[in-house]
């Protein structure tokens, strides 16, 4: 099962965000591979270090404009771009064509939200929004 976990850069709930992981680990699904977009700070950096300490498999879609990491969700050539503004929604975008159940934590821009919730809507899939 995928399970997308994805936060504002500015979360910091971090017993919360262990609790979920633990939860998905120890009562839904010890095989679960856990999703982000990779974020370096808040929520996602979270995410990534509690999904690895306990055991799940991670897989982070960064931007194009990063490079390629172990936890990498996309093949190598997608990485090393120039930086271009969509690139943040394609993160979205790849994270839900892929993601079984979908959580996010903390504040969302409302531009991002719209875009999200059209990807959502188109493959008739649930988010689950977090405080």
């Known amino acids: 099962m995928n399970i997308a976990i994805m936060g504002s850069p500015h979360y910091e709930g971090v017993r919360k965000i262990r609790d979920l992981i633990y939860h998905i680990k120890n009562e839904v699904d010890r095989n679960a591979n856990i999703i982000t977009r990779g974020m370096r700070h ?19 879609y960064n931007p194009a404009h990063t490079e390629h990491t172990l936890y990498s969700g996309m093949n190598e050539s997608y990485y090393g771009k120039q930086f271009h503004p969509t690139q943040k929604l394609h993160q979205y ?3 839900v064509m892929v993601a079984d159940k979908i959580f996010y934590f903390g504040g969302i821009k409302p531009s991002e939200q719209k875009h999200l919730e059209r990807q959502l809507t188109k493959l008739n899939k649930k988010i689950v929004y977090l405080d």
């Open 93 to 95: 975008d790849s994270v």
């Open 42 to 60: 808040g929520c996602e950096n979270h995410v990534k270090k509690y999904a690895i300490d306990f055991g799940l498999r991670y897989t982070e």
